[in-house]
């Protein structure tokens, strides 16, 4: 059995035992004056992303990190018997790890990384298969992620398909969601490369069985989670309609959302003509605004129809993007506009870049819930992996596109394998830890 340690802080943190449902998190976070700082707020990683923010600060926002950090989603741990037709909560191992602030800390160099190899998995798409399409350096498949203050526990497919038997996990999102479906399937699959294995390909939902373990994994692409139709050949995006998605998500046991890049394309990016608020149609509106009001539709439909005893409910935070070498190294602008060429992870555990306003939105809908989806909070991890995107070694890319990265490197998605690993192995430990 795999164990979690941790090892004591300066600052110790004692979380009292959760009741069989989610506690308000108002109860960890009093509403003043500190009433924003969860992992995912801007306060909480205003000391990480500003380091001009005051000490004092700094003191605050990591003790709430801390605590925030530590929650653990409160389903039984076992179940003495499976009624026919009923759906079963997931059955969990739990192991005390009370002071574990997961998504603070450093990449750390492990020449045991990765835990497989993109040509034996059998499905990684072009965008995201660097070595295939040509990347020369590999020391970006070689860091592991430490968290401050613990270790977390290697991902293990086959506990993961008995812990997972007769289940459904569903990522709903954009790319990065698919990102990091692709990873999972992956990281599992090399872990019983002899089972048998079935793929569903479609639009938007695409599923991956591991049918000897009755395990399906499954991506839904809804960018906005919220539905789009089209009225009259043009591409109405609904901020307050989202059952159309929503009727392929409740057979899951474990739901894992994301969305945020989408609503700030613009131009041929852009997903929608027209967005449709309040009864009244819009041809633009405020993007936070329609964030925010799309995400509270979403947060309702999870509130209404989501059972959180026997469903999982997963949110997971702004994956960042390096177009602006700037942000992570002083008097970079005349070395490029992207991240081509970056090798390494930035050191320590700070990154001097921004927090992405999306967040702040998300953050505030997600503390408002009934019952708050767990937010796998990788922003500022990820923020510190300038060296793991694609950039232009992509199946996408030609050789003249390959010649002007400044245009066309890919510096939103992500290498597999490599960093949504570590996303899956945060998602693994909340799962089962």
């Given at each position: 059995?795999?164990?979690?340690?941790?090892t004591q802080t300066?600052?110790k943190?004692?979380?009292?035992?959760?009741?069989p449902?989610f506690l308000p998190?108002s109860?960890?976070?009093?509403p003043?004056?500190?009433?924003k700082?969860?992992?995912?707020?801007?306060m909480a990683?205003?000391?990480?992303f500003?380091?001009?923010t005051?000490?004092?600060i700094c003191?605050?926002?990591?003790?709430?990190?801390?605590?925030?950090?530590?929650v653990r989603?409160?389903?039984?741990?076992?179940?003495?018997?499976?009624i026919?037709?009923?759906?079963?909560p997931?059955?969990?191992?739990?192991?005390?790890?009370?002071?574990?602030?997961?998504f603070?800390g450093?990449?750390v160099?492990?020449?045991s990384y990765?835990i497989?190899?993109a040509?034996s998995?059998p499905?990684?798409d072009?965008?995201?298969?660097?070595q295939?399409?040509?990347?020369?350096?590999?020391?970006y498949?070689k860091?592991r992620?430490?968290?401050?203050?613990?270790?977390?526990?290697r991902?293990?497919?086959l506990?993961?398909?008995?812990n997972?038997k007769?289940?459904?996990v569903?990522?709903?999102?954009?790319?990065?969601?698919?990102?990091?479906?692709?990873s999972?399937i992956?990281?599992t699959w090399?872990?019983?490369p002899?089972?048998a294995t079935k793929?569903?390909?479609?639009?938007?939902?695409?599923t991956f069985?591991?049918?000897d373990?009755?395990?399906?994994?499954?991506?839904?692409r809804?960018?906005?989670?919220?539905?789009i139709?089209?009225?009259?050949g043009r591409?109405?995006?609904?901020l307050?309609?989202?059952?159309k998605?929503?009727?392929?998500?409740?057979?899951?046991?474990?739901?894992?959302?994301n969305t945020g890049?989408w609503w700030?394309?613009?131009g041929?990016l852009?997903?929608?003509?027209?967005?449709e608020?309040?009864?009244r149609?819009?041809?633009?509106?405020?993007?936070?605004v329609a964030?925010?009001?799309?995400?509270?539709?979403?947060?309702?439909?999870v509130?209404?129809?989501?059972d959180?005893?026997?469903?999982?409910?997963?949110?997971?935070?702004i994956?960042?993007t390096?177009?602006?070498?700037?942000e992570?190294?002083?008097?970079?602008?005349?070395i490029?506009?992207?991240?081509?060429?970056e090798?390494?992870p930035?050191?320590?555990?700070?990154?001097?870049?921004?927090?992405?306003?999306?967040?702040?939105?998300i953050?505030?809908?997600i503390?408002e819930?009934q019952?708050p989806?767990?937010?796998?909070?990788?922003t500022?991890l990820?923020?510190?992996?300038?060296?793991?995107?694609?950039?232009?070694?992509?199946g996408d890319?030609?050789?003249?596109?390959?010649?002007n990265?400044?245009?066309?490197?890919d510096?939103?998605?992500w290498?597999?394998?490599g960093l949504?690993?570590?996303w899956?192995?945060?998602?693994y430990?909340?799962?089962?830890f």
């Amino acid at each position: 059995m795999l164990s979690f340690t941790c090892t004591q802080t300066q600052q110790k943190v004692t979380i009292p035992p959760y009741p069989p449902k989610f506690l308000p998190l108002s109860t960890f976070f009093p509403p003043k004056p500190i009433a924003k700082a969860t992992p995912s707020s801007p306060m909480a990683f205003s000391s990480i992303f500003n380091p001009s923010t005051s000490t004092l600060i700094c003191i605050i926002s990591f003790n709430i990190l801390l605590i925030a950090s530590s929650v653990r989603l409160p389903h039984p741990i076992h179940n003495n018997g499976d009624i026919p037709g009923q759906k079963q909560p997931i059955r969990i191992r739990q192991s005390n790890h009370s002071e574990c602030a997961l998504f603070m800390g450093s990449w750390v160099h492990d020449e045991s990384y990765p835990i497989y190899k993109a040509s034996s998995c059998p499905i990684i798409d072009p965008e995201f298969n660097c070595q295939m399409y040509g990347r020369p350096d590999s020391d970006y498949l070689k860091y592991r992620w430490k968290p401050a203050n613990c270790e977390l526990p290697r991902f293990n497919g086959l506990e993961f398909l008995m812990n997972m038997k007769g289940k459904k996990v569903m990522f709903v999102g954009d790319s990065l969601g698919r990102n990091q479906w692709e990873s999972l399937i992956c990281m599992t699959w090399s872990a019983v490369p002899e089972s048998a294995t079935k793929m569903i390909t479609g639009d938007p939902l695409s599923t991956f069985k591991f049918l000897d373990y009755e395990v399906d994994v499954s991506f839904y692409r809804a960018p906005y989670l919220v539905d789009i139709d089209a009225v009259d050949g043009r591409r109405v995006l609904k901020l307050e309609e989202i059952s159309k998605n929503a009727r392929a998500w409740m057979s899951a046991d474990v739901l894992s959302f994301n969305t945020g890049h989408w609503w700030s394309h613009k131009g041929s990016l852009q997903g929608w003509d027209l967005i449709e608020s309040g009864g009244r149609l819009y041809e633009d509106m405020d993007r936070l605004v329609a964030l925010d009001t799309g995400l509270k539709t979403w947060a309702r439909w999870v509130d209404s129809n989501v059972d959180t005893i026997t469903t999982r409910i997963f949110f997971q935070s702004i994956s960042p993007t390096h177009y602006n070498p700037s942000e992570w190294s002083a008097g970079a602008t005349s070395i490029g506009k992207s991240c081509y060429g970056e090798t390494s992870p930035m050191s320590g555990s700070t990154y001097p870049g921004v927090y992405p306003d999306q967040m702040k939105v998300i953050d505030t809908v997600i503390r408002e819930m009934q019952n708050p989806a767990y937010v796998l909070d990788i922003t500022t991890l990820s923020a510190m992996r300038k060296d793991a995107h694609p950039s232009i070694y992509s199946g996408d890319f030609s050789p003249g596109q390959q010649s002007n990265p400044d245009h066309y490197a890919d510096c939103s998605h992500w290498c597999l394998p490599g960093l949504p690993d570590t996303w899956n192995q945060l998602f693994y430990t909340a799962l089962f830890f």
